[in-house]
């Protein structure tokens, strides 16, 4: 992957509950691209690029849980084990925290109220904009989910996406829904590399 100043290489929730198998919503191999993306944070920083990364940062109880009526275990509590990012990833930019409040945050740039559906944004656009990125470059966890929900909102806002499939893994709740969500960014008009 090629960077410059107006790239923005985006980690998106590269968590422990997620990447670590002793995790309370492993995804399978989600350890495995760790080294895969400190090699691109390496790549990015060297280039002069910005590195954002993103993580759920949910409340002890919410909708989105199962014992409170949502569909996910628990995890990725604000400030336990499950919630910190993944020890051996390399962090060296501003974190985006999604789902304080108890939403649904799927993607990096919004959170949807679960109570009333209402949608509301997190810093991350605003961030991007003020360091004037136009591509993204997407690594991180899961790719069925929160890489897919941000990847499509980030074309949706006009930023040109790279997706890096060494860098990604999928929850498969239902097999093969890793390789559709990659079929729906590219579709979408995301580049896969």
Known sequence: MQYDTRTALLVIDMQNDFADPAGSLYVPQGEAVVPVINVQIGAAQAAGATVVYTRDWHPPRTPHFKPDGGVWPVHCVRD??????????????????????????????????????????????????????????????????????????????????????????????????????????????????
């Open 80 to 193: 336990t084990w499950g919630a910190a990012l993944h020890p051996r990833l390399t962090v060296v930019g501003p974190v985006v925290s999604k789902g304080r409040g108890g939403e649904d945050g799927y993607s990096g740039f919004c959170v949807r109220d679960p109570a009333d559906g209402t949608q509301h944004d997190t810093e991350l656009h605003g961030l991007l904009s003020a360091r004037g990125v136009r591509t993204l470059v997407l690594a991180g966890l899961a790719t069925d989910y929160c890489v897919r929900a941000t990847g499509l909102d980030a074309l949706r806002l006009g930023y040109r996406v790279v997706l890096l499939r060494a860098a990604v893994r999928a929850v498969d709740v239902k097999p093969g829904d890793g390789d559709r969500a990659l079929a729906e960014l590219e579709a979408a008009g995301a580049a896969l590399e």
